[in-house]
């Protein structure tokens, strides 16, 4: 056999000639996506903690892939819709980690907020090819140019009202000790309500009465469409700043809100919306818990950008503000004519 290393051939004789071949190296694909921290929290002098509770849905906007491949690392169990082209979890103690997102850009969005708090506004992302994350930014409208790999939606506490110093001396006034007055209502109580209790009646129903609804609905300027997911800012007649986000149906539902007017502001829509921000309509809530008002805010087609309407009350005795003046006139005319006929009679009686 011929030895291509000493240029000759074998010395010895053969009768097996042997010929091997060696295996390719295979080079496994790099992995190109990306591993993403989202974290949901509330903020408390300046400090984070994670909020538990919310429903977080995450949604594959765009992109060649889908999230088939996406698997949990650590956190919160995680449900995938039918098409792979959305996620959605319930925020827990611990922040919930995916792994193997793919190029593309992201929403999170939260669906429902936990009690006391409100909605957050959502969070933008994109991944690269190389699978480098990068955040979006509302205020620059760009994404950061630093990659990243946390993800963090905050959620704001709802307001409060305390009640007043007052109110509080006065509870514990009624706690201590009760007065003579309230012994001899409850003696009488069996036989009679007291006139304390009537007029404490009266004045719920009274506040009860003071109270109306306010209905907003969001509509795209250009094509008329209703905008889910705007962001509205309402300020009721005390000065109140309330932050709401529209339903699917692009509404906002403010029950028992206060009577007087009240200004709306549409704060942020959603990307392929055309709206109007930092506009701000004023729509006037009557009293009454039939009564619902539709705020219609449209500042480029309609510049009033209010529409109010009341359904009926369902009260059916209605009181005629104009009947009790249209009987008095009739009785009037009749008292002058009976004097008049008076006095020309004893006028005749005289001469």
Known sequence: ??????????????????????????????????KATFRKVTEEDGTYSELPGATLKLTYDEGTSDLSGV???????????????????????????????PAGEYTLHEEGAPEGYQYASDVKFMVDEDGNLYEWSEQ???????PTSVLTMVDEAEEIDEPSSEEDSSEEDSSDEPSSEEDSSEE???DEPSSEED?????????????????????????????PGAEVVVV?????????????????????????????????????YTVTEG?????EVEAGKTAVHEVYIIPRKDTTSSEDTTEPSTNTSQTQTGDAFNVIIPIVMIAISIIGIVVIVVRRKKH
């Open 1 to 34: 056999e011929w030895s291509e290393q000493e240029k000759a051939y074998s010395k010895e004789p053969t009768s097996v000639l042997t010929m091997v071949d060696e295996a390719e190296e295979t080079k496994e694909p790099e992995d190109k996506t990306a």
């Open 71 to 101: 698997e949990k690392v650590s956190g919160s169990d995680i449900t995938k819709s039918k098409d792979n082209k959305s996620i959605t979890w319930t925020s827990g103690e611990e922040a919930t980690v995916l792994d193997k997102l």
């Open 140 to 146: 620059e409208k760009a994404y950061s140019k630093e």
């Open 188 to 190: 009488d109580s069996s």
């Open 199 to 227: 007029s404490s009646e009266e004045d719920n129903s009274t506040t009860e009465a003071e109270k109306g609804n306010l209905l907003i609905v969001v509509y795209d300027e250009e094509t008329g469409d209703i905008v």
């Open 236 to 272: 009721d007649p005390s000065g109140d700043v309330q932050k709401y986000v529209t339903d699917e149906e692009g509404k906002i539902t403010v029950n028992d809100t206060e009577v007087g007017t009240h200004g709306i502001t549409v704060s942020k829509v959603p990307d392929g």
């Open 279 to 283: 506009y701000t309509a004023f729509a």
